[in-house]
């Protein structure tokens, strides 16, 4: 069983950053990729970035390519994603999701957050 808890959320304007992080129980952290997605009023829930067990390799929604980055930190079972730039259409909660092995585009994780809100103020 894995618990995940975000935080890091608020509110920002327009061109600024936020840090967002993810803190996991479970003994067995580094055997799962981790995602961000995001989901906004209306819309469907859309894949943000993903990062391997290891964390060698990441993977990004076009979206947001060039503008935020995942990272983790396997010895203290936590994932994070530093968003730049940011712009109104990212403004939706965020959520973060665990699942063994492999990295996938699509809401097929095992474990998810509660989520967190990002606003992005014009």
């Known amino acids: 069983q894995v618990q995940l808890v975000e935080s890091g959320g608020g509110l920002v304007q327009v061109g600024g950053s936020l840090r967002l992080s993810c803190a996991a129980s479970g003994r067995t952290f580094s055997e799962y990729a981790m995602a961000w997605f995001r989901q906004a009023p209306g819309k469907e829930r859309e894949f943000v970035a993903g990062i391997s067990g290891s964390g060698g390799s990441t993977n990004y929604g076009d979206s947001v390519k060039g503008r935020f980055t995942i990272s983790r930190d396997n010895a203290r079972k936590k994932v994070y994603l530093q968003m730049n730039s940011l712009k109104p259409e990212d403004t939706a909660v965020y959520y973060c999701?665990?699942?063994?092995?492999?990295?996938?585009?699509?809401?097929?994780?095992?474990?998810w957050g509660q989520g967190t809100q990002v606003t992005v103020s014009s």
């Open positions: 999701a665990g699942r063994l092995f492999r990295i996938i585009t699509t809401p097929q994780y095992d474990y």
